[in-house]
């Protein structure tokens, strides 16, 4: 007989492993840790520690953040970037008025707050869906920004309206330098990524998926559909709070309520679509292309001497054209996205060398 813990999915077609598959699996994990925590401290610059590596890894794992919502539970959201906010300010209050509190007490405090709010906004999702849902969700998006600048307490009564990022320590060792928060970035996104696996390969990650896939009948299997969706803004914004702590003080070092405006919330859809849906390390195939293609732009126009692209404002408005166009080619032609490409060809490679 069939029962309810049988019929419900292993894991998503983005996720899928071939069988044998675990020591490789395994293998490159490893590699990653190597490459996170030995080659890149010791041959990058402070340049590219600062300017491009720790916005794409924050970037890349607000991706994961959005992608545990909408890639594995099937919902949607248009304020990322409210929940990343809420993480910010709520650090900095916490440093602010809990004095001697750890950071990774911080961290996790933050998270927290960061998904009790998720669940708040979360709560529209127990009755609709689609198109509506996203047009609720970004109520939080407009909310928090209006919240955090009429309300100076937040940042502790500043005339700017801007949080600064405290002295970044743990057990003794100063997380001040590029290299410090560098190290502080890896650390905190490899944990996650390591519980984003943890969740998804759960019996609550297969449930959300169930009810990605077909939501009457995970209703029918017995799986309680309204507490799973709001485990899933949950822990979405669990890791979004987490993010915009990182982005505020590792990377940008000051932030106001509108850093984390409709354009940030805009991009990290974005790091989803063009990385793939359902993955969680194709959302860094995402994040570099959101971090990276303004920089090359700007190197391809200084190489050019294309004076009529000189304008800063043309070059923005050349990389959303490039953007639309990726995402539009990406939808008609490749749906999961970028690291369903990078499977693909890596599949092709190994049957051809099979032979």
Not at 35 to 54: E, N, R
Not at 247 to 259: I, K, N, P, V
Not at 289 to 296: G, H, M, S
């Amino acid at each position: 007989m069939t029962t309810i813990q049988d019929s419900i999915p292993e894991a998503g077609p983005a996720e899928a492993l071939p069988s044998g598959a675990t020591l490789l699996q395994i293998g490159l994990v490893a590699a990653g840790l190597v490459i996170a925590f030995g080659l890149v401290p010791s041959l990058a610059s402070d340049y590219w520690l600062s300017s491009i590596i720790i916005p794409t890894v924050v970037m890349g794992l607000a991706g994961i953040s959005l992608n545990l919502l909408q890639g594995y539970a099937g919902l949607v959201s248009l304020g990322s970037a409210a929940f990343m906010a809420v993480g910010a300010f709520s650090a900095y209050n916490l440093i602010l008025r809990v004095p001697g509190l750890p950071l990774p007490a911080v961290l996790l405090l933050a998270g927290l707050i960061a998904a009790v709010v998720g669940v708040f906004f979360g709560l529209p999702a127990l009755r609709i869906k689609g198109f509506y849902l996203a047009a609720s969700t970004l109520g939080a998006q407009f909310f928090f920004p209006w919240l955090f600048t009429n309300y100076p307490w937040f940042s502790n009564n500043s005339q700017s309206l801007t949080i600064s990022a405290p002295r970044l320590e743990f057990l003794g060792y100063d997380l001040q330098s590029p290299l410090g928060r560098y190290l502080l970035v890896a650390t905190v996104t490899a944990l996650l990524i390591g519980l984003a696996f943890l969740v998804v390969r759960s019996r609550l990650g297969r449930e959300w998926m169930a009810i990605r896939d077909m939501e009457t009948a995970a209703s029918v299997l017995g799986i309680r559909v309204a507490r799973r969706k709001l485990q899933a803004y949950a822990v979405s914004s669990f890791f979004l709070g987490i993010t915009g702590v990182l982005w505020g003080f590792a990377y940008l070092g000051t932030a106001d309520a509108h850093t984390y405006n409709l354009d940030k919330s805009f991009q990290i859809l974005f790091i989803v679509l063009i990385g793939g849906t359902a993955t969680i390390f194709g959302n860094f195939l995402g994040a570099a292309f959101i971090v990276l293609t303004p920089i090359l732009l700007d190197h391809v126009v200084l190489a050019a001497n294309i004076a009529y692209l000189s304008d800063q404002g043309a070059i923005t408005n050349l990389q959303r054209v490039i953007f639309g166009a990726i995402i539009i080619f990406i939808l008609i032609k490749e749906p999961d996205g970028l690291s369903a490409w990078i499977r693909r060809g890596v599949g092709a490679l190994r049957a051809r060398l099979g032979r």
